[in-house]
């Protein structure tokens, strides 16, 4: 596998109806929003869900949500102290930041795709690795609409040892969704950091097939089957490791507008808006339909 050699930007079309795609813990877990009341997807959350999907795709990832252990460590030094690669580099005269780091990287897709911070008790080695992968915070297109319902939960959830028949009060609480929006998340690739922990095109590839297939098997009671979905991946390939053009000038390159031709029916769908790619000379850019 060679060692990526050219710059890569993205951007991906994401839809959200009737679903919370990113809850706020601090706000009574209601979907994120900035102050001037446009959504938000934290990078955070992004990467997360990329994880995942590499995962489905029989990847080895480092930093596993708990219920998708597929390895029977409960946590990430487990799976650190496990790694016999990675120990050989961790204490004593062999104790070396930069083997340990190398290690680390071909070991797992997450770590030499987004970074690490390798800081545990019991071991020589303290290594904080950057990741070629940068993802922004998604934003939506427009002010969101944010419903609220009160739900009841009517089951006893421990039964009383002094009086087991006797019913437990109900437990109120609020469900919160996002009525509609259109989401954009920017990222890019960084070759010189791609060297440095040996991400390779095809891990690039592979990042790709994540993004475009980013809701597939996520669901939860906050995001059903079909309220997510990915519309359409833009995916810049540079000619050089540099690149001709800088990433911010790449992303701004995607036009999206208000359709003033939508109708009623649609104003709810993609076909609310418009998405042009304003030429950039020399730089061609694939698209890609989503799941």
């Known amino acids: 596998m060679s060692v990526l050699d050219r710059k890569i930007d993205f951007a991906v079309v994401v839809s959200v109806r009737n679903a919370n795609p990113n809850g706020d813990p601090l706000n009574g877990n209601r979907p994120r929003q900035n102050y001037d009341g446009y959504g938000e997807i934290s990078d955070v959350c992004i990467k997360r869900k990329l994880r995942n999907r590499l995962q489905d795709m029989g990847e080895l990832i480092l930093v596993q949500s708990d219920d998708r252990r597929d390895d029977g460590h409960r946590s990430i030094k487990d799976r650190v102290d ?11 005269k062999k104790a070396n930041k930069e083997l340990y780091a190398d290690a680390a990287c071909q070991s797992w897709i997450d770590v030499r795709s987004f970074g690490q911070v390798f800081a545990f008790s019991g071991t020589d080695v ?3 690795i950057r990741g070629p992968v940068s993802i922004h915070t998604a934003v939506s297109k427009d002010r969101i609409d944010i419903s609220s319902m009160q739900i009841t939960k009517s089951v006893n959830s421990v039964t009383s040892p002094k009086d087991p028949d006797k019913r437990g009060s109900d437990t109120m609480g609020m469900k919160h969704r996002v009525d509609f929006g259109v989401y954009v998340i920017y990222g890019s690739i960084n070759t010189q950091l791609a060297e440095k922990t040996g991400f390779t095109y095809e891990d690039a590839e592979k990042l790709r097939e994540a993004l475009r297939t980013l809701f597939a098997n996520d ?5 059903p089957d079909g309220s997510m ?5 833009y995916w810049w390939e540079h000619k050089s490791k540099l690149g001709q053009y800088s990433s911010a000038k790449v992303h701004r390159s995607l036009i999206i507008e208000e359709n003033p031709e939508v109708n009623e029916a649609e104003k709810n769908t993609y076909a609310r808006y418009t998405y042009d790619i304003q030429p950039l000379d020399g730089l061609e850019v694939q698209e890609y339909e989503g799941l």
């Open 82 to 92: 496990a790694n016999e690669a990675v120990q050989e580099h961790a204490k004593g």
């Open 126 to 128: 303290s290594v904080g």
């Open 219 to 223: 669901t939860s009671s906050a995001r």
């Open 229 to 233: 979905e990915v519309y359409k991946l």
